[in-house]
C-alpha cells in the first residue's frame, strides 16, 4: 500500500468526521479514561496520522519515562506496516521522526506560563512550525481557569490544536468516591475550564473492546458513539 492510500483508508478519517472534520487550528480537545486503557495510544494515532500527512507534531510528555513515549510510537507505526503493507516504510518513518519533538515536563515547580513559553521557543522563534501539540499524563487536579484560559489564548495565536489526555480513577469514582464524570458524561476535574475544551472525548471500556464516545463538541453537549473502537491487543483505532 502507498502513503496516500494509507491516509485515504486510515480509521483517523471517521474519527474527523465524527466531530466535525477533527479539531481546527485553535481548537483543545480531551480525550479521557482510567489508566491503562488507551488514552496515549490514541494521542500517538493522532499525532502519527498529522505526521503521515506531512505536518510537525510537539509532542509534550509529563510522565518522567519518556522512553515509553518513543516505543508507542514505534510499536504503532510497526502495527501499520504489518496490516497494511506499506511501501517505502523506513524511508517514510525518518521523515516522520524529523517532523516530530518530544518535550519532557514535570508539573512540580512549573508553571503553565513557564511551559508555554517554552512551546513557543520551539515553535516561533525555533521555526518549529508545528500543527499539533500533544500533550500526555498531565494532571487537570493541579491546573485552574485562568491557567486553561492562557492555553487556550495561546493556541489561538500561534494557530496550532492540542489534544490531551485526561485520567480519572479507576471504576470512574473520583477521589471522594463520587462519579468522576458528570451527567452530560464530561469529568468532573474539568468542570471549571470546560468552556476552554472544544471537544471531549471519552474510553469507554466493555468486555471485550474499548468504545469510543464523544461528550462534547464545541458548543453541544452530547453523549454519542463515535462508532470507533479501540482493538484490546494492539490499542488501534478500529470502526465498529
Known amino acids: 500500500m502507498v502513503l496516500s492510500e494509507l491516509i485515504q483508508r486510515s480509521p483517523i478519517r471517521i474519527f474527523e468526521q465524527s466531530i466535525n472534520g ?84 514535570n508539573q512540580d515547580g512549573i508553571t503553565i506560563e513557564q511551559i508555554l513559553k517554552s512551546l513557543r521557543a520551539m515553535i516561533i522563534e525555533g521555526g518549529f512550525k508545528a500543527d499539533s501539540v500533544i500533550i500526555d499524563g498531565f494532571d487537570f487536579s493541579r491546573t485552574n481557569k485562568e491557567s486553561m484560559e492562557a492555553v487556550k489564548t495561546f493556541v489561538m495565536e500561534i494557530g496550532v490544536n492540542v489534544w490531551y489526555s485526561c485520567s480519572i480513577n479507576d471504576g470512574g469514582a473520583g477521589s471522594d468516591g463520587n462519579s468522576a464524570y458528570d451527567k452530560e458524561n464530561i ?49 488501534l483505532i478500529l470502526e465498529v
Open 22 to 105: 477533527g479539531l481546527k487550528p485553535g481548537e483543545i480537545g480531551v480525550i479521557s479514561s482510567p489508566r491503562g486503557v488507551g488514552k496515549t495510544s490514541v494521542l500517538v494515532q493522532l499525532a502519527l496520522d498529522k505526521l503521515l500527512h506531512g505536518k510537525k507534531v510537539v509532542h509534550v510528555s509529563f510522565s518522567q519515562q519518556t522512553q515509553h513515549i518513543l516505543v508507542w510510537y514505534e510499536d504503532i507505526f510497526s502495527e501499520f506496516i504489518h496490516k497494511k503493507n506499506l511501501e517505502n516504510a523506513e524511508e517514510i518513518k525518518n521523515d516522520l521522526i524529523k517532523n516530530r519533538v518530544l518535550m519532557n515536563f
Open 187 to 235: 469529568p468532573v476535574v474539568l468542570g471549571s475550564f470546560i468552556n476552554s475544551i472544544d471537544v471531549v472525548i471519552v474510553l469507554q471500556p466493555k468486555s471485550d473492546h474499548v468504545e469510543l464516545s464523544i461528550s462534547k463538541d464545541r458548543d453541544s453537549i452530547i453523549s454519542k458513539s463515535m462508532a470507533m473502537k479501540l482493538d484490546p491487543k494492539t490499542l
